[in-house]
Protein backbone atom coordinates (compact mmCIF):
# COMPACT_ATOMS: atom_id res chain seq x y z
CA UNK A 1 0.00 0.00 0.00
CA UNK A 2 1.20 2.98 -0.99
CA UNK A 3 0.63 6.39 0.92
CA UNK A 4 0.45 9.46 -1.40
CA UNK A 5 2.62 12.91 -0.82
CA UNK A 6 1.77 15.92 -1.07
CA UNK A 7 3.89 18.19 -2.82
CA UNK A 8 4.10 21.98 -1.94
CA UNK A 9 5.65 24.54 -4.40
CA UNK A 10 8.80 25.77 -3.64
CA UNK A 11 7.21 29.48 -3.16
CA UNK A 12 4.62 27.76 -0.94
CA UNK A 13 7.48 26.60 1.82
CA UNK A 14 9.26 29.30 0.82
CA UNK A 15 6.58 32.19 2.23
CA UNK A 16 5.77 29.78 5.14
CA UNK A 17 9.53 29.76 6.08
CA UNK A 18 9.49 33.46 6.00
CA UNK A 19 6.83 33.59 8.29
CA UNK A 20 8.45 31.44 11.09
CA UNK A 21 12.15 32.47 10.79
CA UNK A 22 11.23 36.38 9.58
CA UNK A 23 8.65 37.21 10.72
CA UNK A 24 8.58 35.26 14.18
CA UNK A 25 5.79 33.15 13.99
CA UNK A 26 5.26 30.11 15.54
CA UNK A 27 5.21 26.99 13.56
CA UNK A 28 2.07 25.74 15.12
CA UNK A 29 0.03 29.05 14.37
CA UNK A 30 1.21 29.18 10.44
CA UNK A 31 1.00 25.31 10.23
CA UNK A 32 -2.71 26.01 11.13
CA UNK A 33 -3.07 28.80 8.69
CA UNK A 34 -1.77 27.53 5.54
CA UNK A 35 -3.71 23.87 6.97
CA UNK A 36 -0.45 22.11 6.84
CA UNK A 37 0.70 19.56 9.32
CA UNK A 38 3.27 21.01 11.64
CA UNK A 39 5.76 18.25 10.69
CA UNK A 40 5.92 19.50 7.42
CA UNK A 41 6.65 23.00 8.44
CA UNK A 42 9.53 22.08 11.06
CA UNK A 43 11.27 19.95 8.33
CA UNK A 44 11.42 23.16 5.46
CA UNK A 45 12.38 25.65 8.53
CA UNK A 46 14.90 23.39 10.53
CA UNK A 47 17.37 23.52 7.82
CA UNK A 48 16.69 27.37 7.57
CA UNK A 49 17.47 28.56 10.79
CA UNK A 50 20.24 26.39 11.12
CA UNK A 51 22.04 28.66 7.77
CA UNK A 52 20.67 31.65 9.46
CA UNK A 53 22.21 31.09 12.25
CA UNK A 54 25.59 30.18 10.60
CA UNK A 55 25.72 33.39 8.78
CA UNK A 56 25.87 35.36 12.52
Keep these: MQIDRTKYA???KFDAV???IGKGHAVVD???RLGIREGVLYVSV???HLASRSQI
Design 10 to 12: AEF
Design 18 to 20: KQV
Design 30 to 32: VAK
Design 46 to 48: RPS
